[in-house]
């Protein structure tokens, strides 16, 4: 496979669950599909001592655990490509291991799965030995800093060493098949176009939900919360692809210029608007699927009185000339009734009703799930057979997984590849992420200033009653309280 590009892959935080669980299996994939160069060489960088031996047979474990398909023979070859470094990101001697190692007439890739708290040092380690050359490439794992300052700090501290052009900011959500679909559905056809804006559509809502709690992630999660987790990225991120105008090519800027005016359009928050839209909650013991699970303060490194949110559920406005009046709610949550994601856009309601009116009806409704199905349904009423003239609601449904049995990348595996090809347009630019990270910041603020204890919810629910009390203020429900 030489047509394709080498490289040299270095990968701190080597031990961690990320690159044990996501992307070792992501990079084993492409490896097994022939998508990556076989002469490419995968450094993991950790602090423990590991023979390459070793390291290999934890990472299988760790892999397997996540992805049953791994086979034992085929990770042995996988496995070739890879050697093991012992090197303190701290210690700045360590790094001259790597200078001596690495091809720096290939490119040179730096994926920083540790906390953001190393960031710098190891942009620092790195320059100290010059390998911030022109081959090299930064990727930095989400959340980059805890704050619109902090982020700042370590941005400008990154860009000392590194181009905007050599980071890719990674927000696994844009590897997704089903949310490049979601672009390649608004803007692979005319259909929806006319429809999309404030004259058609009465309201958008967009759910991750999951049923999993934080696991063994305690430490970094209390530290963290569903705010900085998965609202300041993916889910503004999905917001962005649903709200953009059209880009007029597929290159970076262009498709980034137009998620940044998304994000520069959403109308601030004040501490009014966050007490009264944004709801925050955290889970209590309850039961998902039958089984008992335990309370957010009982899970493993958590402290019995955190009030770190496992669950948030906010209305957004988008100041624009397609969205003004739209409201967008965003919600995501741990230990919920399901794990989903989806986006759910209501069209308006007709002008006059001439049919009898059925409360439990909804039509005029395009659910497009980006997983775990991909699916697009578009709701609307039909006439029930007999001799009255009852409506029911029906609905047209494509599942792209029967529509398209080809092998689907997941999105580690994709945006490996696009790092490896140099390829940014789907990679989080630093401006996008300051206007994210700022229009959070009064949420972040004002449950500090007030000290804004968590609504409790029950595990396997969809939530705090508040978050239904915040779309029925609207005269609005979520989507799954109305099936
Ligand atoms: C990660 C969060 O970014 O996304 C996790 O840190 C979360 O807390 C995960 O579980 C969800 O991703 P996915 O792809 O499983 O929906």
Not at 196 to 223: C, M, N, P
Request: aromatic content about 10%; overall charge neutral.
């Amino acid at each position: 496979m030489n047509d394709l590009q080498n490289f040299d892959l270095v990968l701190f935080g080597a031990t961690g669950d990320l690159v044990t669980r996501k992307l070792l299996p992501a990079l084993y994939n492409a490896f097994t599909h022939n998508t990556i160069n076989k002469d490419a060489r995968i450094f993991a960088i950790g602090r423990r001592d590991f023979s390459k031996e070793d390291y290999c047979k934890f990472a299988l474990t760790k892999a397997i655990e996540a992805k049953e398909s791994i086979q034992k023979d085929n990770w042995d070859k996988f496995c070739n490509l890879i050697n093991y470094l012992k090197i303190d990101a701290n210690t700045p001697d360590d790094f001259s291991k790597l200078q001596e190692i690495l091809n720096q007439d290939i490119t040179n890739i730096y994926y920083l799965s540790t906390y953001p708290s190393l960031f710098k040092p190891i942009c620092q380690n790195l320059a100290n030995v010059k390998l911030n050359h022109r081959n090299s490439r930064i990727v930095l794992e989400k959340p980059l800093g805890h704050n619109l300052s902090t982020s700042n700090d370590i941005n400008d501290f990154i860009a000392k060493f590194f181009q905007e052009e050599q980071i890719y900011r990674i927000d696994h959500y844009l590897g997704k098949e089903s949310v490049q679909n979601l672009m390649a559905i608004r803007f692979g056809n005319t259909l929806f176009e006319a429809l999309w804006r404030r004259q058609w559509i009465s309201s958008i809502q967009i759910t991750i939900a999951e049923s999993l709690g934080v696991g063994s992630r305690g430490d970094f999660y209390d530290k963290t919360g569903a705010l900085r987790d998965m609202l300041q990225n993916h889910l503004l991120q999905l917001l962005c692809i649903v709200a953009m105008e059209p880009p007029f090519s597929l290159e970076p800027d262009t498709v980034r210029n137009e998620k940044l005016k998304v994000l520069q359009s959403l109308k601030p928050l004040t501490e009014e608007t966050v007490i009264n839209n944004v709801i925050r909650g955290q889970y209590k013991a309850g039961t998902i699927e039958g089984k008992e699970v335990k309370g957010y303060t009982e899970e493993e490194n958590i402290p019995l009185n955190s009030k770190t949110e496992t669950y948030v559920a906010l209305k957004a406005e988008i100041q624009n000339w397609r969205w003004a009046g739209v409201p967008f709610y965003l919600r995501t949550g741990k230990r919920l009734q399901d794990q989903l994601a989806e986006i759910v856009i209501q069209f308006k309601d007709i002008p006059c009703k001439i049919f009898p009116f059925n409360a439990n009806n909804f039509a005029n409704r395009l659910i497009i799930k980006l997983q775990p199905d991909e699916t697009v349904q578009l709701y609307f009423l039909a006439k029930q057979p007999g001799d009255t003239n009852d409506l029911k609601p029906v609905y047209l449904d494509l599942d792209f997984h029967k529509m398209f049995t080809t092998r689907r990348t997941e999105g580690y595996e994709r945006l490996l590849l696009d790092v490896i090809r140099g390829k940014l347009t789907l990679f989080v630019r630093r401006d996008e992420q300051e206007a994210a990270w700022k229009w959070v910041e009064p949420i972040l603020n004002t449950w500090d200033k007030l000290n804004f204890a968590p609504k409790l919810y029950t595990a396997g629910t969809w939530g705090p009653a508040a978050a239904s009390a915040l779309l029925a203020r609207d005269n609005d429900s979520w989507h799954e309280e109305l099936m």
